[in-house]
Each structure stands twice: as C-alpha cells, then as structure tokens.
C-alpha cells in the first residue's frame, strides 16, 4: 500500500520501519525539520514537507504523535477522501477519537510495548473501528505488531489502552514503594527482584523497571509526562462513566510530582524519585 506516516518519534520512527520493512510504500513527516529527510534516506522512503503532502495519494495515513490536540491539529490540515483511511495509533483517549472519525474513515489503534518492541515489530495493538475500515488496516497492524486486536467500535482500542498504562505506572509505583520498604529494612535488593521474579508478585514492571530503578537509571522507554496524560485520560474516561477510578488518581498525583522534579521526558521509572522524596532515603542494597 501507499502509506503516509506522520510522527517520528521514539516509538514512530521504529513503527514506520517496519512498514518500510514489511513492502509499504511510505512517505513520512514530522514536526522536526530535517528528521523526516533523514529517516527517509536511511529506510528507503520518502519525506514530506507537510501532512497534506504525506497523504496526497496514500491508501492510509497513519499518525503516532504526541496526545489528542496534535492528532486533531494534523488531521484537520488533510483533505478528507473516500479513498483515505486515518490510522490513529497515538493514545488520544475515546472522546476525541469518536470525534475525528466524524465524516472519515477512522481507525483507532494505540499501541502498548515499549520502544525495543516497536523496534522489532511486536507491539501490542488495540482497534477500534468499523470491520471494513479495520481490515484495510490490517496489514499495516501486522507489520507493526505481534498481537492485534480488534476491540469493537471505534474509541474502544484507546478505551483500553488507557485502562492498561493505569495499570502499569501503578504496577511500577507498588514496585518503587516496595524497593524503598526493603532497602529500609537491609535486605539485599538484587537477591529480592530474583525471588520475586519467580513469586505471586511477578510482573512485567519488575522485569523491566526493578534494575533501572536499583541504578536509577531513566533512560526513556516511555516518559514520564507522556504516562501522565494516559493516565489522566483514564481519569476522565471513568468520569464520563460515572465510576470511581483511586488507583488512576494516586498514580497521577505521583506522576505529576515527577513533573514537578523535572522528569518528564524521563522514563515513568522515576517515578521512584518522587518516593524516595516521601520516604526521605534513596534505594541502596546493604
């Protein structure tokens, strides 16, 4: 397919690789002069000089950009065709999908898996989207993802997307809180995340964020700021729903004391700082 792909950024730019990858024709754009022109030498492509001029002629636009206000600005610059299908794939929240996908064709498909799996084309994918809309996508979907699934109408892939990333930085902050109760209780950190990795308490937060956190290191697989706004779109998503949501709002006051530190572009592993802050000593092994 002849495939426009606006956002190269961290997950973007290894997502639209691997549309390059899988046969697809793709002229990209960014917001960074010179990036899209870059990427485009080094994968085969074309670059374009604006998103109007990405999806001139294209099958699919996809977009993977930052929130809802970015996907709507962009959108609302390209001229809407029978023969154009918008592919969201940047969690934007239920609301503002359903609202782009008024007179277009409009699938929503937000991602979970951090950038090694966008690497490597084994994202997890979550659509939402009218079955004939879905099934042009598809292709796309699969050289992007290792599982996708299509969750009913459109809004219900960043339905559940939004839910997830709750669990996730709460996962992460229960881990952060409990390296801090172990450090303060002189047990040997390392041999800790072992035991626990085979225990009740496994999870993927422990396997991907316990060393980081013991060496805080945040190199970002998913910043801070960015699990913030999900996590504040869960938030007004039970809102809507009129259901109340306290693991959504403990993790979001965390996450915006994060913010506060300076962290946002930070992996949300640093999440940890905030509750050494709290706790008032920092993670060491005895």
């Given at each position: 397919?002849?495939?426009?792909?606006?956002?190269?950024?961290?997950?973007?730019?290894?997502?639209?690789?691997?549309?390059?990858?899988a046969g697809h024709e793709v002229t990209a754009w960014t917001r960074t002069e010179g990036k899209a022109q870059a990427w485009a030498d080094e994968h085969g492509a074309r670059a374009a000089a604006t998103?109007?001029?990405?999806?001139?002629?294209?099958?699919?636009?996809?977009?993977?950009?930052?929130?809802g206000a970015q996907v709507t600005?962009?959108?609302?610059?390209?001229?809407?065709?029978?023969?154009?299908?918008?592919?969201?794939?940047?969690?934007i929240g239920a609301p503002t999908a359903r609202q782009l996908a008024q007179g277009r064709r409009f699938v929503d498909?937000?991602?979970?898996g951090s950038s090694p799996r966008a690497e490597n084309g084994t994202l997890t994918i979550m659509v939402g989207g009218r079955d004939e809309d879905v099934?042009?996508?598809?292709?796309?979907l699969q050289a992007m993802g290792e599982k996708i699934i299509h969750m009913g109408p459109v809004g219900h892939g960043q339905a559940v997307k939004v839910i997830g990333n709750v669990i996730s930085s709460s996962n992460a902050i229960i881990l952060a809180q409990s390296?801090?109760?172990?450090?303060?209780?002189?047990?040997?950190?390392?041999?800790?995340?072992?035991?626990?990795?085979?225990?009740?308490?496994?999870?993927?937060m422990l396997d991907l964020k316990a060393r980081p956190m013991l060496e805080h290191d945040w190199t970002t697989l998913f910043k801070l700021?960015?699990?913030?706004?999900?996590?504040?779109?869960?938030?007004?998503?039970?809102?809507?729903?009129?259901?109340?949501?306290?693991?959504?709002?403990?993790?979001?006051?965390?996450?915006?004391?994060g913010m506060s530190r300076g962290l946002a572009d930070a992996d949300f592993a640093s999440v940890l700082e905030v509750l050494e802050g709290l706790a008032g000593r920092p993670v060491v092994s005895p």
């Open positions: 397919m002849k495939v426009g792909f606006c956002g190269l950024g961290i997950m973007g730019s290894r997502m639209a690789a691997q549309v390059v990858k998103p109007a001029e990405a999806a001139d002629g294209a099958d699919v636009l996809i977009t993977m950009l930052v929130d600005s962009l959108i609302e610059q390209v001229p809407v065709r029978d023969d154009l299908l918008f592919l969201d794939m940047t969690t498909a937000p991602v979970t099934a042009v996508a598809m292709p796309l390296l801090i109760a172990g450090a303060a209780a002189g047990i040997d950190l390392e041999k800790a995340i072992d035991v626990l990795s085979v225990s009740s308490g496994a999870s993927t700021e960015h699990m913030l706004k999900d996590v504040r779109l869960a938030l007004e998503q039970a809102h809507e729903s009129k259901v109340p949501y306290p693991a959504a709002a403990d993790a979001a006051q965390l996450l915006e004391g």
